[in-house]
């Protein structure tokens, strides 16, 4: 009965190994996209982001057991996302990519808000933020990817109206 006992668990490790290589053969390429946006890398040169993906990869398989009901790519987003949010002060200038003019708490905010469609209250619950603040961060950053690729235009102070005006309106949704 031993034997079959530790062939019953190998046969169920190897199923769940498989159902986490589809897993990733179906997600990676997304996740990795949001961690390049995140870490404001390009497409071509994303050492960093392809960095955080495999720790955030490799933290959701060490924990499949536990959270065997909970999404796999929930779990590995908000991994991913936690990992840049406690590093993103070494990157904190882009290097190229669409959101390099953000902060990284802005980029963090406005990819896990539009990019990836995660609702407000869970982005707040995620980074430990009020709701109102996640809407204020997200509609500041949006004004300011807007008036960067508008290109040269006001000074500074205009894009301050401009991310104050978007910010009262709550119109970051």
Not at 58 to 84: G, K
Not at 92 to 109: D, F, K, M, S
């Amino acid at each position: 009965m031993g034997n079959q006992g530790k062939n019953r668990r190998r046969s169920e490790h190897a199923r769940r190994a498989q159902e986490f290589d589809t897993f990733v053969a179906g997600a990676a390429g997304r996740l990795l996209h949001t961690a390049t946006l995140l870490t404001a890398e390009t497409r071509a040169r994303n050492p960093y982001a392809r960095e955080l993906l495999t720790a955030a990869l490799a933290h959701t398989y060490a924990l499949r057991e536990r959270n065997a009901d909970e999404d796999p790519y929930a779990l590995t987003r908000d991994d991913l996302a936690l990992r840049f949010a406690r590093t993103a002060w070494r990157h904190h200038g882009g290097r190229g990519g669409p959101l390099a003019v953000l902060t990284p708490h802005e980029r963090l905010v406005l990819v896990l808000r539009l990019y990836e469609g995660v609702e407000e209250e869970q982005v707040g619950a995620l980074l430990g933020l009020p709701e109102a603040r996640i809407r204020a961060v997200c509609a500041r950053a949006v004004a300011r990817v807007r008036a960067e690729r508008r290109g040269p235009g006001p000074a500074p102070s205009g894009l301050g109206a401009a991310s104050r005006g978007a910010g009262g309106r709550g119109a970051a949704a």
